[in-house]
């Protein structure tokens, strides 16, 4: 019974953090007739984030396909739709004596469609300018207790911390999902009911935050945050060492091929996301972060101003920006 648990619980971990498309579409994808016979292929998305949708066409004659924000091959369309709604792709008759005959299906998933990632990226560690922390190289749930195969670049952590109780942001980015009515489960091995904040970083990358009170989030859905914006407050210690503690990891979408994934087997399943080993500021430089080693949190505004706006920067001058 517990591993059945076990596997149910990362199963629902797995939809949550890619998106996978379920009962609740997050993108609605229709046509719509033009005037000058033209077709448009149109989405409307109902929460924030970048998604990848995939169009194939099952049937296309007499068509030219235009595409926005992607590309186009062999009568399919790979692109990235960060909008609330917007044109995807444009069918033109090719002969304009006659009409356009179509059919396509759909898919999406969470992410950026080939991202620009920048792997050279400094970030700021989770916690506030001071804190001293310990951090651990996390294991991979799918390989202990599915003997699949190994994320590619597999790098996930667990910071530790006795002398603060708030979680901060690492990097400019997009809330794109909050979970925080959770209580605190001390019993279970893994369970994916946790409380956990989902950002998106300009590049693409998604860094996932999971650790906090029940209803300890303080940042909502669809808000900017800055390096070092409080995103919220720690689980009441409930772990034998007494610390705080904070799963953490940086990650993008690398695999967007879906209808082969969904018949595998969970073993046999490829991890869809690439994940990163950041290169962190810490008291004592920049630096990528050891196993088992022990970390103060340093701020400086290099790190702090290198993705503001001049705007951003004139407001966090004045005092007008606010990041606490």
Do not use: C
């Given at each position: 019974?517990?591993?059945?648990?076990?596997?149910?619980s990362y199963i629902l971990f797995i939809a949550t953090i890619?998106?996978?498309?379920?009962?609740?579409?997050?993108?609605?994808?229709?046509?719509?007739?033009?005037?000058?016979?033209?077709?448009?292929?149109?989405?409307?998305?109902?929460?924030?984030?970048?998604?990848?949708?995939?169009?194939?066409?099952?049937?296309?004659?007499?068509?030219?396909?235009?595409?926005?924000?992607?590309?186009?091959?062999?009568?399919?369309?790979?692109?990235?739709?960060?909008?609330?709604?917007?044109?995807?792709?444009?069918?033109?008759?090719?002969?304009?004596?006659?009409?356009?005959?179509?059919?396509?299906?759909?898919?999406?998933?969470?992410?950026?469609?080939?991202?620009?990632?920048?792997?050279?990226?400094?970030?700021?560690?989770?916690?506030?300018?001071?804190?001293?922390?310990?951090?651990?190289?996390?294991?991979?749930?799918?390989?202990?207790?599915?003997?699949?195969?190994?994320?590619?670049?597999?790098?996930?952590?667990?910071?530790?911390?006795?002398?603060?109780?708030?979680?901060?942001?690492?990097?400019?980015?997009?809330?794109?999902?909050?979970?925080?009515?959770?209580?605190?489960?001390?019993?279970?091995?893994?369970?994916?009911?946790?409380?956990?904040?989902?950002?998106?970083?300009?590049?693409?990358?998604?860094?996932?935050?999971?650790?906090?009170?029940?209803?300890?989030?303080?940042?909502?859905?669809?808000?900017?945050?800055?390096?070092?914006?409080?995103?919220?407050?720690?689980?009441?210690?409930?772990?034998?060492?007494?610390?705080?503690?904070?799963?953490?990891n940086i990650s993008y979408l690398s695999d967007i091929k879906?209808?082969?994934?969904?018949?595998?087997?969970?073993?046999?399943?490829?991890?869809?996301?690439?994940?990163?080993?950041?290169?962190?500021?810490?008291?004592?430089?920049?630096?990528?972060?050891?196993?088992?080693?022990?970390?103060?949190?340093?701020?400086?505004?290099?790190?702090?101003?290198?993705?503001?706006?001049?705007?951003?920067?004139?407001?966090?001058?004045?005092?007008?920006?606010?990041?606490?």
């Amino acid at each position: 019974m517990k591993v059945k648990n076990i596997i149910m619980s990362y199963i629902l971990f797995i939809a949550t953090i890619f998106g996978i498309q379920g009962q609740s579409k997050v993108i609605n994808i229709e046509s719509r007739r033009n005037n000058d016979k033209s077709i448009d292929i149109i989405y409307e998305k109902s929460k924030p984030g970048s998604y990848t949708v995939m169009i194939e066409f099952t049937k296309l004659e007499n068509a030219d396909i235009t595409a926005y924000g992607g590309r186009s091959f062999n009568q399919k369309f790979i692109g990235t739709v960060d909008s609330n709604r917007g044109i995807v792709l444009k069918l033109r008759r090719r002969n304009p004596e006659q009409g356009i005959s179509y059919g396509y299906t759909t898919s999406y998933i969470r992410g950026k469609y080939n991202p620009k990632v920048k792997k050279d990226f400094v970030y700021t560690l989770p916690f506030k300018k001071g804190t001293r922390i310990k951090v651990k190289d996390a294991g991979n749930l799918s390989t202990k207790y599915f003997d699949s195969e190994l994320p590619d670049n597999w790098k996930s952590f667990v910071f530790r911390a006795k002398d603060s109780d708030t979680i901060v942001a690492v990097r400019k980015g997009l809330v794109i999902e909050v979970k925080d009515q959770y209580k605190l489960d001390t019993v279970s091995h893994f369970t994916s009911k946790k409380n956990q904040v989902l950002i998106e970083h300009k590049d693409g990358t998604l860094a996932i935050y999971k650790g906090f009170s029940k209803n300890g989030v303080l940042v909502k859905v669809g808000q900017t945050v800055y390096p070092q914006t409080s995103l919220g407050v720690f689980d009441a210690k409930g772990n034998k060492s007494n610390d705080n503690v904070l799963h953490f990891n940086i990650s993008y979408l690398s695999d967007i091929k879906i209808d082969g994934q969904i018949k595998k087997k969970l073993k046999d399943k490829k991890s869809r996301s690439t994940y990163l080993n950041p290169n962190f500021l810490t008291d004592d430089g920049v630096m990528k972060l050891g196993n088992k080693e022990i970390y103060t949190v340093e701020v400086n505004e290099d790190v702090i101003f290198s993705e503001f706006t001049r705007r951003e920067k004139k407001k966090y001058k004045k005092g007008d920006l606010l990041i606490k």
